[in-house]
């Protein structure tokens, strides 16, 4: 549909992204359009911007994900902070919920990792959520394994004010969904989960790279500066396909992650924040 819009706006210049193919079902693309972008292949997906600026005729120097924070959503944030006593730098936020299950983590290794980072670290967290009442009751099971009760927010924030949220965090811990890009652009130290979703286009991405950054081709596990990714790749090259995978069911990849494995990358996104800091 982008493809029709682009095609059918009557401009000079009619830039669009496709799949790359001149399959014979393909040929209206190229018909419709001056500058037919071919999809990132084994790239980050946010990548796909700086290919089309450049069709543009632009030269972009860097590739940046930015939010900025409405007056309202600040407002409600703050109330939020004063209304569950929480200082900036002083919580953690984790979300371990998606619209898919297979992206979902066990909600008490969500509840361990919670009082751990308590425990060990002084960070009471905040677990996000939707209103929905799935996701409530999930979010409700963790609580019942948790020592620490965490705050939950499930609806009382709206998603546009999770980036003025996550600016406050100390850490963010979270499965492949949106909240997680939005913890890395703000610049939050993360420590993202991933099961069955390819790393080297969906990683989240970091404003310090260069523009032609590309995340390592094989999945797995890696760092990419305030951003630590986990991933079993045994079970994500037996798991993954891109056509049928259950998404409504529990991954294997996200029942490989431990709750140690993500507590070690915790300590070392605070280590490597506080250096940061200090410099």
Known sequence: RSVLAVGFAGRRRRIALTEGSRAPRHWWRHMLLTHAVPLPVRRPVVSATVQLARAAGLQPTACRVELHDAPDDIAAVQAFLRRHDLKPGEFAVMHGLSRMTNKEWEPSRMAAVSDDLLQTHGLRCVWTGSPDPTDRQKLDRGVACARHAPVLCAGDLPISAMHAL????????????????????????????????????????????????????????????????????????????????????????MAAIGVEQVMAEVAHQLTRSAVHSAA
């Open 166 to 253: 996550l600016r406050h965090a100390r850490v963010y811990v979270g499965v492949d969904t949106a909240i997680t890009h939005v913890a890395a652009a703000a610049g939050t130290p993360c420590v993202a989960l991933f099961g069955p979703t390819p790393t080297c286009y969906w990683s989240p991405w970091n404003n310090e790279r260069a523009i032609d950054h590309a995340f390592p081709d094989e999945p797995g596990s890696f760092r990419n500066g305030h951003v630590s990714v986990l991933q079993d790749a045994e079970t994500f090259r037996r798991e993954h396909r891109w056509e049928g995978l259950a998404t409504d069911k529990p991954s294997l990849g």
